[in-house]
């Protein structure tokens, strides 16, 4: 059987959206500390998990996870982009709750695994939509006491979907009640402790018209850390004298698309900086300068506006935008060339 098969026909691939879809399965390993070793990958078809209720990852908060992308390009074939640093942020994340790494090796085995034997599900070229890859990790053994369980369990879930914010500017709300991470606490971590404590601020800004929200530093709250679902890359200068600034919080997740947007940016000859960014209400940046924000998983937004205390700062998204973007959907993609074989469950 030739290997990528066509998209699906029974999705309208026109409105897809950014639901959950039922596909033909996802991949699992499961570690053992008696024995120190992930198992070899599992294709399991039930989209359900059996886990005991006193797991570690539903008392305790246990678990970690990773976001990125496979598109289908225009010659037919899946890429994923840079998944080994996904792998090396999941076992950043991982260290920081107690939770034993996953090697590179089991986990580009296991997203390619999931990608493969879902790879009708990868949405036709022209769509601009993507294959969202959720990798996740948890303790998975009972536990009632306060200390690391004896087993772990690596999922890697995928499904259809379509542009997340759009390819409209979004407008942007400052956070200023709230602090998504403590100064040395996990804020550098995917884990679903920093994000579950932010829907309702979400849903809030939301209701009020607003695309995104943004988090200030917890101890001052006069400086940029991120958006609530993405990394913050800011862009200053007109002409050919650009440059690109990026926070250097240690309360914020280590962006695989900042970092590209920067080796893209030295390739054009701009400068970068990765500094403290105070907040733009409060420096003004000039009428000139643009604000992309960037997805964790390959795509460049732009940021329309941002508001504080209803004050708001518009600015504007120029063509240094769309030449980032463009370039970033060219480079450090792998190519799935063959199709996996698996175990079935």
Same mark, same amino acid.
């Not at 550098?188 to 404590?197: I, M």
């Not at 998204?317 to 769309?322: A, I, K, T």
């Given at each position: ?40 990958? #599992? ?21 970690? *996870? ?21 792998? !090396?942020?999941? +076992? ?11 090697? #590179? ?8 695994? +999931? ?26 053994? +009972? ?16 499904? @259809?979907?379509?542009? *997340? ?10 956070? #200023? /009640?709230? /602090? ?14 920093? *994000?579950?404590?932010? =829907?309702?601020? !979400? ?21 940029? /850390?991120?958006? !609530? ?17 990026? @926070? ?13 947007? =920067? ?16 907040? $733009?209400?409060?420096?003004? =940046?000039? $009428? ?22 209803? /004050? ?27 199709? *996996? ?5």
């Amino acid at each position: 059987m030739t290997f990528p098969p066509a998209p699906v026909n029974t999705i309208d691939w026109s409105d897809i959206g950014f639901r959950v879809r039922e596909v033909n399965g996802h991949i699992e390993s499961h570690y053992s500390v008696k024995t120190g070793v992930w198992s070899k990958p #599992e294709f399991i078809t039930d989209p359900f998990l059996r886990l005991h209720g006193m797991a570690p990852a539903l008392n305790y908060g246990q678990q970690a *996870y990773e976001g990125m992308k496979a598109f289908r390009s225009p010659n037919n074939e899946i890429t994923i982009f840079r998944p080994n640093r996904n792998a !090396s942020r999941l +076992a950043h994340s991982a260290a920081m709750v107690s939770i034993p790494p996953v090697p #590179e090796s089991v986990f580009s085995e296991c997203v390619h695994a +999931a990608v493969s034997l879902n790879a009708a599900y990868v949405p036709p070229h022209e769509t601009g939509a993507a294959m969202y890859i959720r990798p996740l990790i948890f303790g998975s053994s +009972a536990q009632l006491g306060l200390n690391p369980p004896e087993e772990y369990t690596f999922c890697v879930y995928v499904l @259809p979907v379509g542009v *997340y914010h759009g390819v409209h500017p979004v407008k942007a709300l400052i956070l #200023e /009640d709230f /602090d998504r991470a403590a100064p040395d606490g996990t804020g550098s971590a995917k884990v679903g402790g920093n *994000y579950a404590p932010v =829907l309702k601020w !979400s849903d809030k800004a939301r209701n009020e018209g607003y695309g995104i929200t943004l988090h200030l530093d917890s101890k001052t709250r006069s400086e940029i /850390d991120e958006f !609530s679902t993405s990394g913050f890359i800011g862009v200053k200068g007109t002409g050919d004298d650009i440059t690109l600034v990026t @926070p250097d919080s240690k309360c914020v997740i280590a962006s695989v698309t900042s970092d590209s947007c =920067l080796d893209i940016a030295r390739s054009f000859g701009w400068k970068t900086e990765t500094r403290s960014v105070s907040c $733009p209400l409060t420096t003004r =940046l000039t $009428p000139a300068s643009t604000c992309p924000w960037e997805d964790i998983v390959r795509a460049v937004i732009r940021i329309g506006s941002f508001t504080v205390e209803e /004050d708001d700062f518009r600015i504007r998204c120029l063509v240094r935008y769309r030449k980032l973007s463009h370039l970033l959907a060219r480079k450090w993609s792998m190519t799935l060339s063959k199709s *996996y074989s698996s175990r079935r469950h």
